[in-house]
């Protein structure tokens, strides 16, 4: 999933799509729900760059895992909040704030404030913008 996308055709990409759910459903069956969760965590698009920002900071790298599941459960999270079409703007932008906040308080206790204050500076905290409510517009 990671090596050799570049080298696919359009079709060759689509159909590598179509087979992902059947391809997880079947690598969950062989490994069971727990070594299931380290296979995704471990094969996230982000865990390169968290490894490398926890190693910078002197971390255990136990802390690696755990914020990207963190990142992949607030994640998911967002992206029902933003899709919930029920929200109206302001409540929609209220609880992406809240979330926001919730997962930064979880962010400094698994790393310490100075590390969690820094992350977003890093390619393994770019997610945290992806919770950020709208930028609002003043209105004439």
């Known amino acids: 999933k990671r090596f050799g996308v570049s080298n696919l055709s359009p079709e060759q990409s689509e159909l590598g799509r179509a087979a992902e759910p059947e391809f997880e459903s079947q690598i969950?069956?062989?490994l069971g729900p727990e070594r299931f969760s380290t296979y995704q965590i471990t094969n996230d698009n982000n865990y390169q760059a968290t490894r490398d920002f926890i190693i910078g900071t002197g971390l255990p790298q136990t802390a690696t895992r755990q914020l990207v599941a963190l990142q992949r459960d607030t994640?998911?999270?967002a992206d029902a909040i933003k899709a919930d079409a029920s929200l109206s703007d302001e409540i929609r932008d209220q609880k992406l704030a809240a979330l926001?906040?919730?997962t930064l308080e979880k962010t400094s206790s698994l790393l310490g404030r100075e590390h969690a204050a820094s992350l977003e500076n890093y390619k393994a905290g770019r997610w945290l913008t992806q919770i950020a409510p709208a930028p609002t517009t003043p209105k004439p």
């Open 75 to 77: 994640i998911r999270q």
């Open 100 to 102: 926001r906040q919730t």
């Open 28 to 30: 969950s069956a062989l």
